[in-house]
């Protein structure tokens, strides 16, 4: 399941909404990236998210299909937020879900690692005095 | 065609999208310089190769053909996650 | 924080409870273990799980203490349950909390590799006509 | 010293702990040969080595010096997780 929305999530509610379909899911493998404080030394207040959606959608999508290929994955979900999100704020849950653990560990780091090269998101960081666009460095 | 302008992309453009439809622009490459001579700012960044594109939302990195319906997009390095 | 006890969790307050002491963590990794409905080729109505209580905390405050030589983390959590569970149900409950996700991924892997190999707990699992005790293959 | 059983091991002793106490038992393997002659079906896994020992909550795989306040675990392999 691929959702982009501004709303904050609850990670064991919809981790369970996909729990639920399958009795065969051993392991749940997630991470959860949150806005935080400081960045690159300097103090952070908030952030603005910016999303091109229907890239987004498409993007996750072909990775979730990568991962599929390359491990035995019974469901996966990936919930991105855009828009304003102060400090603390969730900004994003990939969760993926297996029989065995190893599946759900690795395919959860390469959903993320793929997702912070590629989905067409981009944060302006906003300080005390000013703002700036970021890139991510991994 | 329909190009869209993301981050600070449109802080030089002064736009979201706009509909582009020229005989001049056949490929990527013609964009590109149809682009650069609309906003002569986007210059030094096309130079230093930091923009990306995307036709129809998939990643186009050598040139390629352009039709009037593709949706094109040009944006700096992401940064979500 | 170390907790082993009898009765299901939600994960998404365990963790906000940690998080919300830390406005530098910008990374959650985490694992949940489930009771699956099959195992080793037979179908599983639930399982009773036997702890030496003593023994896990001091095995799992070792473990996280070795995590935290080898990663930077700004908290951690384990959460085992213990008892009778059916099918379905959580079992454990891993997370590490960083300020970038290299760490919180590495150290919660690390962290379920050491709980499965060391941590004083045996499944003694229930099918329709027999129960059987299991031993930990990863 | 107190002596703890688990899992399946329970099965055997019929007890989940007991208070032993003898001259005999100064270490480990002498504890080991006391605990088999009392439960001899035991005997067959301790051959095997799939008993696990821990002495006051750490596991111990050499022979180590038992004192009368010890705890002593004996345990199947784990299967937590």
């Known amino acids: ?138 | 065609m329909k190009i869209k302008y993301f981050a600070w992309i449109k802080d030089i453009t002064n736009l979201e999208e706009e509909e582009i439809n020229s005989n001049r622009i056949k490929n990527l490459d013609e964009l590109k310089i149809f682009i650069i001579e609309k906003y002569p700012n986007l210059n030094k960044h096309m130079k230093k190769e930091v923009l990306r594109f995307a036709i129809n939302q998939e990643y186009v990195i050598k040139n390629i053909n352009l039709s009037d319906n593709d949706e094109i997009a040009i944006f700096p390095p992401v940064s979500g996650g």
């Open chain 1, 1 to 138: 399941m691929i959702k982009i929305q501004e709303e904050d999530f609850n990670s064991e509610d919809e981790i369970n909404k996909i729990k639920k379909l399958h009795s065969n899911i051993g392991a749940v493998s997630s991470f959860i990236g949150y806005v935080r404080d400081e960045n690159n030394s300097k103090e952070v207040t908030s952030i603005n998210l910016e999303v091109y959606q229907e890239m987004a959608y498409k993007q996750f999508e072909k990775i979730i299909n990568k991962a599929n290929l390359k491990w035995k994955l019974e469901d996966s979900l990936i919930i991105h937020r855009y828009g304003k999100l102060e400090v603390n704020s969730k900004i994003v849950l990939v969760a993926c879900f297996s029989k065995h653990r190893k599946d759900s560990f690795e395919s959860c780091n390469f959903i993320m690692d793929y997702l912070k090269k590629e989905a067409p998101f981009w944060k302006n960081e906003f300080y005390a005095d000013k703002n700036e666009w970021l890139v991510n460095s991994n």
